[in-house]
């Protein structure tokens, strides 16, 4: 995977991980182009499109977009299951997840992101396995112990 | 309502948020970020220096006003001291802000990557993790190498499934970059797909996603399997071929959920199979059968199933064992492509259309893609347009049908025709003889739509100027109704086309003289002559007078077929007319001669005295017939090429020519005549060769006489040939010094010849010198003390003597007069010379 981006209905960018080295002007014209062209499509169409030289595999949640920009060789239902696990992890942790839990807890979405995708590929693929990391990480931080939902 | 952050709270974190997604406008939104940057930078640059907690929330927040889309020029140093703190969650968010916050600057790398090294080499996994974390992501060449070892011992030895996905991925990473170092992966990793592969669902219980067996771990040892060719150890690669029918055969079996995911991770695993498959190209059962899957697939409900088949099937079109399978899909792609409401399915169905085209379906294709190019977007046109122009090319059967389709091409999508495309469609036309008439027609047909794409005015003007002459036997195709529909279409485009339809009409003249006056009336307009782009005003102005110039090398004899002289042109000449012939002696009259003077009509003696300084050029015209003339001399003969055109539409019969001279000049001068053909051709032109030798000097002029029948009526016409004494002047160069000795040599009174004269034309030095020079004498510099006379010299030869001659010429400007004189050794070579010279000014 080359970059995943979590943007609103309006647009507006939640989440941005970017697993190449590019300049920022470049991921802010990457941004802006993938996000007008993604949120133009209608709600039939298929969640594959090809843009530039990489395959984008989108879906919708709720009023979260999801995107991800994969290599030509890359699998794109796999990369859809993908986005699919991200979102139950989130919704794991926060307890059915939405787009507000994203936005003020940003950084606890990234930390969720690493710990299933490394360098863009899924490195762990077990659910239990993800959420136990997470919780481990959460009691290390030691200013105030907050209660683990089940 | 969102739950209150776990961990740590970072109250003031959240605080910030809630304030930005108050705001009401961008402007108090920028504002209430500006406010807190500032206080985040007056933090940062503070005396006091801040505790851990107060960095990460800082750092924090800025992160946050990055990702709403604002740029952060400072807090990496922070972010960077984070990281050498003890604490995981702040060692974690300066992770973040780095992975995130790229940064460039050197002596940060340096410290990041000591921050990392510290991490990895401490004993604390978590630290561990985070610094792998942060070299997986952002990444840096000094950490490659060290890495590479460690995941290839952790993989081989590892039992932990989760380690292996990780593994396996930066395994492939690496394999395809040195794939020799790796090959031993091929065996384990189809040890471990078997596994899986043929797992009950109750192992892997923690991996099943969906009810499929570690879908991630399956595709990602089936991507590294594609980084090797098909295993050479038969066992090995029958243990494989198990794998890959097992996975065909579970596509078969009913699903196991009705869930999307579970159909999803069960085919995304079939679909990087089959790209196994595909990629091996070595078992064609599995290949047929990879073929009829996709084949179900392509009429599958799903949308995203239906691309992804479209999508693979092209892979599998370009190989030999499947490729007919492929093609037994045909009515079910072209139905696709009528009926998807998806434009990326619809492209992903021309691919592979282009994929799977061969001479046997290569006409069906061919017109299902014009038909979609109708009413494609416009951002895929142009690859349309270059994939129906390849296809049409390849696969003809006959040129007529690849002809139609390119002048469809351009019909339909004229815009997006590049211009290799209708070079292409021209290089073959010339070069197929049998498809030119064809070719010729279809243009002419097509131009007659009123509204005609550029590209075909283009297209059309460059073989109507070509092979036009094959339809224009037909009066509905006859060469002024060819000239006319281009030449309506003329004004309507851009300066290129402008430019080939020019040279069109040159050929035009070139293959149907008839109707040479019209174009040259064209050519001769203002707007060609003074257009204010210099390449359509140079071309006019040459192809006039190329136009002009009767002359066999360019104009066809009546004997040749009527084709263009040329022989197949070369490509780089397709535009321009290289092919006029260098051979012979110069065309171009003198360019100082101007076309406004009409041709004398009989009985004038006005084109002879133009003939007295130049050699060619034309000496009569009437409604009937133009005679032209090329004369060269040389010492005392001389050789005159006589052209004789036929303006008319019909022929010239019993042409006959003849040359008298009167008493006195016949034995001064023979005139051998070379005989002519008795007919000449409407629009055709005949060429006569006279040779003459001058026996001695002599002061009359020889006269051409020209008989022919023109409709019924016998035409008889003279003309005074312009053959004078100084035709056979050899300039002379000599020094003052031998100039002056001459000259007093040459005192004798009979000598002598002088006239004073007025100017009849304007006095031009430039202009008095050209006519010298073309008199042909050599003007001699430096001579005469006053610098405005003319002073030349020169020597007439005859077949008896050779008579020296010298020349004076002096201007008066104020009283626009000459004065001449003449010294030779003869006195009537004095006196004819002086009658012939003082003419001219």
């Known amino acids: 995977m080359q970059?995943?981006?979590?943007?609103?209905?309006?647009?507006?960018?939640?989440?941005?991980?970017?697993?190449v080295p590019l300049s920022d002007k470049e991921k802010k014209k990457i941004t802006r182009e993938l996000v007008q062209t993604v949120l133009a499509r209608k709600p039939k169409m298929c969640s594959f499109l090809e843009w530039r030289d990489l395959k984008i595999v989108y879906k919708r949640y709720a009023s979260l977009y999801f995107c991800c920009a994969i290599e030509d060789q890359d699998n794109e239902l796999i990369t859809l299951e993908i986005i699919h696990r991200y979102v139950e992890l989130l919704d794991k942790y926060f307890g059915s997840v939405c787009e507000l839990d994203i936005i003020f807890n940003f950084e606890k979405a990234y930390f969720i992101l690493d710990e299933f995708l490394l360098g863009g590929e899924a490195q762990e693929t077990s659910k239990k396995n993800v959420l136990k990391a997470i919780e481990q990480a959460d009691l290390?931080?030691?200013?105030?112990?907050?209660?683990?939902?089940? | 309502?969102?739950?209150?952050?776990?961990?740590?709270?970072?109250?003031?974190?959240?605080?910030?948020?809630?304030?930005?997604?108050?705001?009401?406008?961008?402007?108090?939104?920028?504002?209430?970020?500006?406010?807190?940057?500032?206080?985040?930078?007056?933090?940062?640059?503070?005396?006091?220096?801040?505790?851990?907690?107060?960095?990460?929330?800082?750092?924090?927040?800025?992160?946050?006003?990055?990702?709403?889309?604002?740029?952060?020029?400072?807090?990496?140093?922070?972010?960077?001291?984070?990281?050498?703190?003890?604490?995981?969650?702040?060692?974690?968010?300066?992770?973040?802000?780095?992975?995130?916050?790229?940064?460039?600057?050197?002596?940060l790398i340096r410290l990041i990557n000591n921050a990392i090294k510290n991490d990895l080499a401490s004993r604390n996994p978590t630290f561990m993790n985070l610094a792998l974390h942060c070299i997986a992501n952002v990444g840096s060449r000094e950490m490659a190498e060290a890495q590479k070892q460690i995941c290839f011992l952790t993989w081989i030895c590892s039992c932990f499934q989760g380690v292996v996905t990780a593994a396996t991925s930066l395994i492939t990473t690496l394999a395809q970059k040195s794939p020799d170092d790796f090959k031993t992966s091929v065996c384990l990793a189809v040890a471990r797909l078997s596994r899986i592969v043929t797992s009950a669902s109750l192992d892997l219980q923690d991996y099943t996603y969906y009810f499929v067996a570690?879908?991630?771990?399956?595709?990602?040892?089936?991507?590294?399997?594609?980084?090797?060719?098909?295993?050479?150890?038969?066992?090995?690669?029958?243990?494989?071929?198990?794998?890959?029918?097992?996975?065909?055969?579970?596509?078969?079996?009913?699903?196991?959920?009705?869930?999307?995911?579970?159909?999803?991770?069960?085919?995304?695993?079939?679909?990087?199979?089959?790209?196994?498959?595909?990629?091996?190209?070595?078992?064609?059962?599995?290949?047929?059968?990879?073929?009829?899957?996709?084949?179900?697939?392509?009429?599958?409900?799903?949308?995203?199933?239906r691309y992804l088949a479209l999508e693979s099937m092209c892979t599998l079109a370009s190989s030999e064992f499947s490729h007919e399978a492929v093609k037994t899909h045909i009515e079910t792609v072209i139905n696709a492509l009528k009926t998807e409401r998806d434009v990326s399915v619809r492209q992903r169905a021309v691919d592979l259309l282009y994929a799977m085209c061969d001479r046997s379906n290569s006409k069906q294709i061919v017109a299902e893609m014009l038909s979609y190019l109708e009413t494609a977007d416009y951002s895929i046109r142009e690859e349309i347009v270059l994939k129906v122009a390849i296809l049409?090319?390849?696969?003809?059967?006959?040129?007529?049908?690849?002809?139609?389709?390119?002048?469809?091409?351009?019909?339909?999508?004229?815009?997006?025709?590049?211009?290799?495309?209708?070079?292409?469609?021209?290089?073959?036309?010339?070069?197929?003889?049998?498809?030119?008439?064809?070719?010729?027609?279809?243009?002419?047909?097509?131009?007659?739509?009123?509204?005609?794409?550029?590209?075909?005015v283009k297209v059309g003007g460059y073989i109507l100027g070509e092979f036009g002459n094959l339809i224009a036997g037909d009066p509905r195709s006859s060469p002024l109704v060819?000239?006319?529909?281009?030449?309506?279409?003329?004004?309507?485009?851009?300066?290129?086309?402008?430019?080939?339809?020019?040279?069109?009409?040159?050929?035009?003249?070139?293959?149907?003289?008839?109707?040479?006056?019209?174009?040259q009336d064209v050519l001769r307009s203002d707007s060609q002559l003074r257009n204010a782009d210099v390449e359509l005003q140079q071309r006019a102005v040459e192809y006039l007078r190329l136009s002009c110039i009767a002359s066999t090398d360019i104009l066809v004899s009546k004997n040749s077929a009527k084709r263009a002289s040329s022989p197949s042109l070369g490509f780089n000449d397709a535009l321009n007319l290289n092919s006029t012939p260098s051979s012979g002696a110069s065309?171009?009259?003198?360019?100082?001669?101007?076309?406004?003077?009409?041709?004398?009509?009989?009985?004038?003696?006005?084109?002879?005295?133009?003939?007295?300084?130049?050699?060619?050029?034309?000496?009569?015209?009437?409604?009937?017939?133009?005679?032209?003339?090329?004369?060269?001399?040389?010492?005392?003969?001389?050789?005159?090429?006589?052209?004789?055109?036929?303006k008319t539409s019909t022929q010239f019969l019993s042409f006959s020519t003849s040359v008298t001279s009167n008493d006195l000049l016949t034995p001064q001068l023979n005139v051998q005549v070379k005989p002519v053909d008795p007919l000449i051709?409407?629009?055709?032109?005949?060429?006569?060769?006279?040779?003459?030798?001058?026996?001695?000097?002599?002061?009359?002029?020889?006269?051409?006489?020209?008989?022919?029948?023109?409709?019924?009526?016998?035409?008889?016409?003279?003309?005074?040939?312009?053959?004078?004494?100084?035709?056979?002047?050899?300039?002379?160069?000599?020094?003052?010094?031998?100039?002056?000795?001459?000259?007093?040599?040459?005192?004798?009174?009979?000598?002598?010849?002088?006239?004073?004269?007025?100017?009849?034309?304007?006095?031009?030095?430039?202009?008095?010198?050209?006519?010298?020079?073309?008199?042909?004498?050599?003007?001699?510099?430096?001579?005469?003390?006053?610098?405005?006379?003319?002073?030349?010299?020169?020597?007439?030869?005859?077949?008896?003597?050779?008579?020296?001659?010298?020349?004076?010429?002096?201007?008066?400007?104020?009283?626009?007069?000459?004065?001449?004189?003449?010294?030779?050794?003869?006195?009537?070579?004095?006196?004819?010379?002086?009658?012939?010279?003082?003419?001219?000014?």
């Open chain 1, 3 to 19: 970059f995943m981006l979590l943007f609103s209905r309006q647009g507006k960018l939640r989440l941005q991980k970017w697993y």
């Open chain 1, 140 to 150: 290390l931080q030691e200013v105030r112990p907050a209660p683990l939902k089940p």
């Open chain 2, 1 to 107: 309502m969102p739950t209150v952050s776990k961990g740590d709270g970072m109250r003031g974190l959240a605080v910030f948020i809630s304030d930005i997604r108050n705001c009401k406008s961008k402007e108090a939104e920028v504002k209430r970020i500006n406010k807190e940057l500032a206080n985040i930078r007056s933090k940062f640059k503070g005396d006091k220096a801040l505790d851990g907690y107060s960095k990460k929330k800082y750092v924090c927040k800025l992160l946050f006003i990055f990702l709403l889309g604002h740029d952060i020029d400072f807090g990496h140093m922070e972010a960077v001291n984070l990281l050498s703190s003890n604490k995981y969650t702040e060692k974690q968010i300066g992770y973040l802000f780095i992975s995130v916050l790229v940064n460039s600057n050197s002596d």
């Open chain 2, 214 to 305: 570690a879908p991630w771990l399956s595709v990602k040892l089936l991507r590294l399997l594609q980084c090797y060719p098909p295993p050479e150890d038969a066992a090995l690669r029958s243990r494989l071929t198990e794998c890959l029918e097992t996975i065909l055969n579970k596509a078969q079996e009913p699903p196991k959920s009705k869930k999307v995911q579970h159909s999803n991770a069960k085919n995304a695993v079939l679909f990087e199979a089959i790209a196994l498959i595909i990629h091996h190209d070595s078992e064609p059962n599995l290949l047929v059968r990879a073929c009829n899957q996709l084949g179900h697939f392509l009429q599958h409900r799903e949308t995203n199933l």
């Open chain 2, 392 to 456: 049409a090319e390849k696969y003809a059967v006959d040129y007529t049908w690849y002809v139609d389709t390119i002048l469809n091409l351009i019909r339909i999508a004229g815009d997006y025709v590049s211009e290799e495309v209708w070079y292409r469609v021209i290089q073959i036309v010339i070069n197929q003889d049998d498809v030119q008439g064809y070719a010729a027609k279809t243009v002419f047909e097509a131009l007659q739509a009123p509204a005609c794409h550029e590209n075909l």
């Open chain 2, 482 to 519: 060819q000239f006319n529909l281009l030449h309506s279409k003329f004004h309507l485009c851009s300066v290129p086309t402008r430019a080939l339809l020019l040279s069109a009409y040159i050929k035009f003249i070139n293959l149907f003289p008839e109707v040479k006056g019209t174009i």
């Open chain 2, 587 to 646: 065309l171009l009259v003198d360019v100082f001669t101007d076309l406004s003077n009409p041709a004398p009509t009989e009985g004038s003696d006005e084109h002879f005295t133009r003939f007295v300084c130049k050699n060619n050029g034309v000496i009569y015209e009437n409604q009937l017939l133009q005679i032209g003339l090329k004369s060269e001399y040389r010492q005392n003969l001389g050789r005159i090429y006589v052209f004789y055109g036929n």
């Open chain 2, 681 to 841: 051709e409407a629009g055709a032109q005949l060429q006569q060769i006279l040779n003459i030798e001058c026996v001695s000097d002599f002061s009359e002029a020889p006269v051409l006489n020209i008989q022919f029948r023109y409709g019924g009526t016998l035409q008889n016409i003279t003309v005074k040939l312009p053959v004078m004494l100084n035709k056979f002047f050899q300039p002379t160069e000599m020094t003052s010094q031998d100039f002056f000795q001459r000259w007093k040599q040459l005192g004798a009174p009979q000598q002598e010849v002088q006239k004073i004269f007025k100017a009849k034309n304007q006095m031009d030095t430039d202009v008095a010198k050209a006519k010298l020079l073309g008199f042909g004498v050599a003007l001699l510099d430096g001579v005469d003390p006053n610098p405005a006379n003319f002073v030349g010299a020169g020597i007439i030869h005859t077949k008896t003597t050779q008579v020296g001659c010298l020349l004076r010429l002096e201007p008066n400007t104020q009283a626009q007069m000459y004065r001449l004189t003449l010294r030779t050794s003869k006195e009537s070579v004095s006196q004819r010379l002086c009658e012939l010279l003082s003419e001219q000014f």
